[in-house]
């Protein structure tokens, strides 16, 4: 199965550095480029699951509705784009609630998926899942099995749909997928990860791959972006590497693979047979 999905935050969300929040001051690009995605799958008649963050919700209320009224499975993406493990569990579930709240009102549904920031999500913070559960949460697309620069689980094992289990709670989780070369472990299915690499390693990675969790930007395919010059070296270059010609890669990687939306292979998943992690 090859899932699409997409975070739907602002070209400066890519920053984790700075702790001000105050992003009144920088260019609104959302539009365009969400408009480039939604034009995009309209061309080749498909459908994907969006993770909204919710300070977006409150600032372009009408781009969530743009992206509910073509047909899209709505997903979120917490409030604020703060780090998972740099919170307390408080602090988690008056975030995550808060944008469970303001994109519920636009679109007139409860929402049931989360995304978390960079995948922050780790082993150190197992409440989430709890607080997840609590807040009608039924699957989780936040796990990074493998390290990552600001989350990571490791020891989460084979990339592949499973039952995540906290005392007593179940969720749904559809990690990110990895690839194996030579007993490394290797993302290729979005962001920087699907920017840096050639499009024939993608194509062929892909295809001999069962599970594909692809997950993009806005910002990953908008060339004209600012640069955020206080970024470290590498963010920065994770961040902005291959824009340029990001846009037509992505449309044909929708073009020549079918893909489906999170609840959608959820119905069509084996849940019975799936692993199951339990957390103690």
Not at 72 to 94: A, D, N
Not at 198 to 227: A, C, E, L
Request: charged content about 25%.
């Amino acid at each position: 199965m090859n899932i699409l999905t997409f975070d739907i935050e602002e070209w400066f969300h890519c920053d984790f550095i700075s702790k001000d929040n105050d992003w009144s001051n920088y260019e609104v690009r959302i539009h365009k480029n969400t408009d480039f995605i939604l034009n995009t799958l309209s061309k080749h008649n498909r459908k994907a699951t969006f993770f909204i963050l919710g300070w977006i919700a409150v600032k372009h209320p009408e781009i969530v509705k743009k992206i509910y009224a073509e047909g899209h499975e709505i997903g979120c993406h917490s409030m604020k784009h703060e780090l998972v493990h740099r919170m307390t569990p408080q602090q988690f579930r008056e975030d995550t609630s808060n944008a469970l709240n303001e994109i519920e009102q636009i679109i007139g549904e409860k929402v049931i998926m989360y995304r978390a920031p960079a995948f922050s999500i780790t082993k150190q913070t197992p409440w989430a899942f709890e607080i997840l559960n609590e807040l009608g949460i039924t699957h989780d697309a936040s796990i990074f099995p493998s390290k990552h620069d600001y989350g990571g689980f490791p020891d989460f094992g084979n990339s592949v749909p499973s039952i995540i289990e906290k005392n007593g709670t179940l969720i749904k989780e559809f990690p990110m997928s990895i690839h194996k070369i030579l007993n490394k472990s290797i993302v290729f299915s979005g962001g920087g990860f699907f920017r840096l690499f050639p499009y024939n390693m993608i194509k062929k990675w892909t295809i001999v791959s069962d599970y594909v969790m692809t997950y993009f930007h806005p910002r990953d395919f908008d060339k004209g972006q600012p640069m955020l010059q206080h970024l470290p070296l590498m963010r920065k270059f994770k961040s902005y590497y291959g824009i340029k010609h990001s846009g037509a890669k992505f449309d044909k990687f929708i073009s020549d693979f079918k893909t489906t939306t999170i609840l959608n292979a959820s119905k069509d998943f084996d849940w019975d047979s799936a692993k199951k992690y339990i957390i103690r």
